[in-house]
C-alpha cells in the first residue's frame, strides 16, 4: 500500500510540476530541461543486483548527486540516452556526480550484457527484473530519470530520452551540481 501510494504520487508530481523546468538560460530556445521538484523528496531505498555481479543500494551512493535512470534494452529512446549518459559521466564524475543505471528487461544479464558490452558504459547497471523499483519509482513509460541531490533527495526528473551530452544538458547539470 506504502509502494503504490509514493508511485501515485511521484506520477501525480510529474505531471503538476510540468511547467517548473530548469534549463540552459532559457527553456523557450532549447530543447532540454528537467522538471525541478520544490520542496525535494526522499529517494526511494533500493538494493538491487548489479551487472556483471554484486548488489548495490541508494546507500551506496549517499554523498554523490546521482542521475538516476530507468531503461531497458527493448526501448529505443532509452538506447539512443545511453552513450550521453556516459559522457556526462566522465565529464563530472570527478566532482561527485555519478550515473546509476537500472535496467527493467526481465531477463536480467542476458539481455543487458550484449547492449553494455557494445556501448562499454562504465556507470553503475543495476537489475530490476521484476520491476518492483521500477514501479516504486512510478517509471512504467521508460526512459525515466532522476536527480538526487548528495543527501538522497530527488531535485529534478524527466520523463522521455534526453541527450545529456548536449551544450545545454551539460550547462543545466552544472547548475544542478554543487561542489563541497
Known amino acids: 500500500m506504502k509502494i503504490r501510494y509514493f508511485a501515485l504520487l511521484l506520477s501525480a508530481f510529474f505531471f503538476i510540476t510540468l511547467s517548473t523546468t530548469v534549463s540552459a538560460h532559457d527553456p523557450s530556445k532549447h530543447g532540454f530541461s528537467l522538471t525541478l521538484f520544490d520542496p525535494p523528496f526522499p529517494a526511494p531505498a533500493f538494493d538491487l543486483?548489479?551487472?556483471?555481479?554484486?548488489?548495490?543500494?541508494?546507500e551506496d551512493y549517499k554523498g554523490q548527486y546521482v542521475l538516476l535512470n530507468f531503461w531497458a534494452t527493448w526501448c529505443p529512446p532509452c538506447l539512443e540516452e545511453m552513450p550521453s549518459m556516459e559522457s556526462a559521466f566522465q565529464r563530472f564524475k570527478d566532482r561527485g556526480f555519478t550515473v546509476v543505471a537500472i535496467s527493467s528487461d526481465e531477463e536480467g544479464e542476458t539481455a543487458i550484457k550484449p547492449f553494455i558490452d557494445k556501448l562499454g558504459v562504465t556507470f553503475p547497471i543495476l537489475m530490476d527484473p521484476d520491476k518492483a523499483i521500477s514501479s516504486v519509482y512510478g517509471a512504467s513509460n521508460l526512459p525515466v530519470t532522476f536527480v538526487l541531490d548528495r543527501d538522497g533527495q530527488v531535485i529534478a526528473g524527466s520523463i522521455g530520452g534526453r541527450d545529456w551530452a548536449s551544450e545545454e544538458a551539460l550547462s543545466v547539470l552544472d547548475e544542478l551540481i554543487v561542489d563541497l
Do not use: H, I, K, V
Open 49 to 58: 543486483s548489479t551487472f556483471p555481479e554484486g548488489q548495490a543500494s541508494l
